[in-house]
């Protein structure tokens, strides 16, 4: 059998900001409003393969390729109240890239003899990312002052091959092995050139950079079914990562990580009360994971800003001396099913993690920079609800989730891991017709404000997000389908701030203004 899927689409997203620096020793008050305006047109090709030669063999393919087209125009102007303007008060910026991804992977899996089973995978990933990029730097008159053209390319090339062997052994028991090879290489050039109003050149740079991490890890694990109620699995994992990079503006970047991760897993289920109640399950899990960096986090390469480098908006840069996560967790769950529609679950988890990664900003040579590093030691901790049922044509969803966390070296209050929100949930309901021609629902999502420090002096905080999506599909027969649907249609503004509490305190608060996205979809089976 097999599938191929064609997807043409265009987004068209117009997002308008305006932010606000306010500061202290010296004085500052700055506005500055933008237009962000973003064309995105994309193609893929999906073709998908699954044949059974025997009764023993299953061989299965999945692939895609896509091409992207990414036009994008912004302009800022800024309003001084208090203090000095920037250096360019007015901007234009225009970025383009023409992106080409392609994935392809090819699985085999063969029963073998005494309830043995062997699988094994082989994929390929590779990206190629050429973009232009021109920053039109003016004063409040819109006379141009400087130019800056940049020219970038990164490609990435990746092949991983995993495989699995499980057999029963001594009645109840079941032993399972595997292994993971990979291979990531990732090069990118970044050209620059600085012009004045006149075109003399004022900087000129060439940086390139090229970096490979080689990935190894096997398990092993024992599966038990211990009786009619009870089963359990214990494993261990063994990971192996190397990170080397080098290039002609960066010190050289050679890591060596690996972990020895165990697993403990339990579940129980006991017998339903009678034929056709409701049954419970009890999950716990103990084990041990590993989060190593990415190649752009470890790599030192500059990403500047072209204008109004400050604590609060700061370069990017990497950092070759990054270490990896190690997080030992516990998680507890309970799920009952009362039909085969209708369920309800409560879980919590506890997680005790070493080496968290925080973005820290220094001051280097009057520049400010962002960069990850290591914090020390963080504990994370949650719980979640999430139900479900359904009444005749009517399914209805729900989801709440709570949240806390502490990084040791943070001075409190909100020293919290960046990005978790303390509460969060999400309420939905579907109604599929009687005639099975129509189906509409809708999500209501909303996640609390955030509010997180990094450092002693660095602090950022977030507003409540609120969003509702929308959809309805007509089904004009068995193969073809008309969908409608709208994404954030309540589309609140929305609020982030950075705070920096140093020696000259400065705030930098950022709303945007988005708009709903509406999309129109025909979908046809051959």
């Known amino acids: 059998a097999y599938t191929v899927t064609a997807t043409l689409k265009r987004n068209d997203n117009p997002i308008e900001a305006v932010t606000t620096e306010e500061g202290a020793q010296p004085a500052l008050l700055r506005r500055t409003a933008g237009l962000d305006h973003q064309v995105e047109d994309l193609l893929e090709l999906a073709p998908r393969l699954s044949w059974q030669p025997n009764a023993d063999d299953s061989i299965t393919s999945q692939s895609y390729l896509r091409k992207r087209h990414v036009d994008n125009a912004k302009r800022e102007d800024e309003t001084t109240e208090i203090g000095r303007p920037t250096a360019f008060p007015h901007a234009r910026h225009t970025y383009e ?127 038990w079914d211990i009786d009619a109620a009870w089963s359990a699995y214990l494993g261990l994992r063994r990971e192996v990562l190397h990170t080397t990079g080098e290039g002609n503006a960066d010190a050289p970047v050679d890591v060596d990580a690996g972990a020895w991760s165990p697993i403990f897993q339990a579940l129980f289920k006991p017998q339903a009360s009678k034929e056709g109640g409701a049954r419970d399950q009890f999950r716990l899990a103990v084990g041990r994971t590993y989060k190593a960096p990415n190649i752009v986090q470890l790599m030192p390469r500059r990403y500047t800003v072209d204008n109004n480098n400050s604590a609060t908006n700061p370069d990017q840069q990497g950092n070759p001396q990054l270490r990896p996560e190690l997080a030992l967790g516990v998680d507890l769950a309970w799920e009952r099913y009362l039909n085969k529609t209708d369920m309800v679950s409560l879980s919590a988890f506890h997680k005790r993690i070493r080496d968290i990664t925080l973005v820290r900003v220094v001051q280097d040579k009057g520049v400010w920079i962002a960069m990850p590093d290591n914090a020390g030691e963080a504990t994370v901790q949650g719980i979640e609800f999430e139900g479900r049922s359904t009444v005749g044509p009517l399914t209805a969803r729900i989801n709440l989730a709570r949240n806390w966390s502490q990084v040791d070296s943070v001075p409190g209050p909100d020293n919290r891991i960046d990005g978790q929100a303390a509460r969060s949930g999400n309420l939905g309901l579907d109604y599929a017709a009687p005639s099975g ?90």
Do not use: C
């Not at 032993?175 to 990118?188: D, I, P, V």
């Not at 068995?478 to 954030?488: G, I």
């Open 437 to 526: 021609r129509a189906d509409l629902g809708g999500t209501f999502t909303w996640r609390a404000p955030l509010a997180n420090r990094t450092s002693a002096v660095l602090f950022s905080d977030a507003g409540a997000k609120r969003q509702l999506d929308l959809y309805a599909v007509w089904k004009r027969d068995a193969s073809s389908r008309l969908r409608l649907s709208v994404s954030d249609l309540l589309h609140p503004d929305y609020r982030e701030r950075l705070v920096y509490q140093g020696a000259s305190p400065l705030s930098r608060t950022t709303v945007y203004r988005g708009q709903p996205v509406w999309r129109l979809m025909w979908e046809q089976t051959l």
């Open 97 to 223: 890239t023409r992106p080409v991804h392609a994935y392809a992977d090819l699985a085999w899996t063969r029963k073998l003899g005494a309830g043995a089973r062997f699988a094994a995978k082989l994929s390929g990933f590779y990206v190629r990312r050429e973009a232009a990029f021109e920053y039109r730097g003016m004063d409040l008159q819109d006379q141009l002052l400087e130019s800056h053209l940049v020219a970038s390319g990164p490609v990435e090339r990746e092949w991983t091959f995993n495989g699995s062997w499980r057999r029963p052994l001594w009645g109840s028991h079941a032993l399972a092995a595997g292994w993971e090879f990979g291979r990531k290489g990732r090069s990118e050039y970044r050209r620059e050139r600085q012009l004045d109003a006149g075109g003399s050149l004022l900087l000129a740079s060439d940086e390139h950079y090229r970096a490979k991490v080689s990935r190894s890890a096997f398990f092993i694990q024992d599966e």
